[in-house]
Structure formats: structure tokens, C-alpha cells
T-cell receptor
Framework: EAGVTQSPTHLIKTRGQQATLRCSPISGHTSVYWYQQALGLGLQFLLWYDEGEERNRGNFPPRFSGRQFPNYSSELNVNALELEDSALYLC?????????????FGEGSRLTVL | DAKTTQPPSMDCAEGRAANLPCNHSTISGNEYVYWYRQIHSQGPQYIIHGLKNNETNEMASLIITEDRKSSTLILPHATLRDTAVYYCIVRPNSGGGADGLTFGKGTHLIIQP
């Protein structure tokens, strides 16, 4: 069974540009979560999507947005990039009706803003 | 989510049991204890979770004190590949899927050869 896949693995942008990151959840999982991990900092919760709807949002500005498609894949968009947006962006998936709360993470997309 | 307290780092000799403590003194009755780990530059990996009974799986054992204010993750025979940051998280299990897990700073476990 394929795990959570993310693309691209690495992305380099300049300040002011937009970045789009993509995530494919494990087959059968309907929930997708996005996290940001900046260098030296912990994992910060960004967004949670389930059944195509945004269910929860972390403490991030509106220029961080995303969506979930009918096939449950998701993309994260970061507009007006700033230097401090440089980080590892992690996607995770889980079953919506899950008693375990177990999240399966991808390997991440490393965004570098110059 | 209730807050957790973990030591920032620990060492353990290869082949020995690694015991990672976690304090969660404000845990609520409906909150579970979860453990994840993150090997350098990889995505976090789920290890184990429990409510009040001790749990064991192929990766680790979880010991939760009777008052549920603390727990210990046990890796029975640590290997070099167990070197990672280990996160202890408490959260309610709504049964409707997990909302955002709150990761703290975790414990950086270093397995020494």
C-alpha cells in the first residue's frame, strides 16, 4: 500500500512569489493535514481538510491556503512568500472515522525562499 | 490539547531499553496519550497510544501511571535507527478523526553504539 506522497520534494522560490505543494493521501483516507516545520522549530499545525472542506486552521495568515479535491488529494498554496516561510511542509492523512487518531505523514516538501 | 513535558534529550546504549518519560499532569479524562517520532528530515511516525491501560505493539510499550499524570515509552532493545525526536501528545479521541495534533519540542533520543 502506497503511503502519503508529497511533491515536489524541494522547491526554491523568491520573495513575493507563490508556492504550491501537493499531497496524495493513503488510499481510503479522507482527512489531510498540513504542518510547517521551520528550521529549529517544532511542527506547527497549518490546516486540516476532510471530505473537501476545511475543518480547522492553525495560527497562520490567510496567505496560507489550500484545498482538497474530490479524490481527497490536497494542495497547499502560499502566496506572497516571505523569507520566514522557508521550511519543511509536511502532509499527513487519516481515516475520517477513526478511533485511533493515528496520522500517517509523508516525507515533506522543503521550500526555500530566497 | 493538554500540555506535556519531556526532557529535551536522552542517551541510551545500543541494545538496552530506552525509557522516555512524559508528564501530562493536566490530562483530561477523555484524552489519550500518543507517541510519535521523527527521524532526521523525515515525516513523523506514529508509534503507539493509550488511554489508561498499558499498551504494547511491535515497536514499543507504553506505561501510563494510575493517575494518568505521566507515562513512559519503552523501546525494549534500542538500535541506532531509533535515534530520533520522540513526541508525547495528549488529545481527545473524538472517534471522528484527528484534528491537528499539537507537537511540542519532544525528546531527542540518541542511541550510542
Amino acid at each position: 500500500e502506497a503511503g502519503v506522497t508529497q511533491s515536489p520534494t524541494h522547491l526554491i522560490k523568491t520573495r513575493g512569489q507563490q508556492a504550491t505543494l501537493r499531497c496524495s493521501p493513503i488510499s481510503g483516507h479522507t482527512s489531510v493535514y498540513w504542518y510547517q516545520q521551520a528550521l529549529g522549530l517544532g511542527l506547527q499545525f497549518l490546516l486540516w481538510y476532510d471530505e473537501g472542506e476545511e475543518r480547522n486552521r492553525g495560527n497562520f495568515p490567510p496567505r496560507f491556503s489550500g484545498r482538497q479535491f474530490p479524490n481527497y488529494s490536497s494542495e497547499l498554496n502560499v502566496n506572497a512568500l516571505e523569507l520566514e516561510d522557508s521550511a519543511l511542509y509536511l502532509c499527513a492523512s487519516s481515516k475520517r472515522v477513526s478511533g485511533s487518531g493515528e496520522l500517517f505523514f509523508g516525507e515533506g516538501s522543503r521550500l526555500t525562499v530566497l | 490539547d493538554a500540555k506535556t513535558t519531556q526532557p529535551p534529550s536522552m542517551d541510551c546504549a545500543e541494545g538496552r531499553a530506552a525509557n522516555l518519560p512524559c508528564n501530562h499532569s493536566t490530562i483530561s479524562g477523555n484524552e489519550y496519550v500518543y507517541w510519535y517520532r521523527q527521524i532526521h528530515s523525515q515525516g513523523p511516525q506514529y508509534i503507539i497510544h493509550g488511554l489508561k491501560n498499558n499498551e504494547t505493539n511491535e515497536m514499543a510499550s507504553l506505561i501510563i501511571t494510575e493517575d494518568r499524570k505521566s507515562s513512559t515509552l519503552i523501546l525494549p532493545h534500542a538500535t541506532l535507527r531509533d535515534t530520533a525526536v520522540y513526541y508525547c501528545i495528549v488529545r481527545p479521541n473524538s472517534g471522528g478523526g484527528a484534528d491537528g495534533l499539537t507537537f511540542g519540542k519532544g525528546t531527542h533520543l540518541i542511541i550510542q553504539p
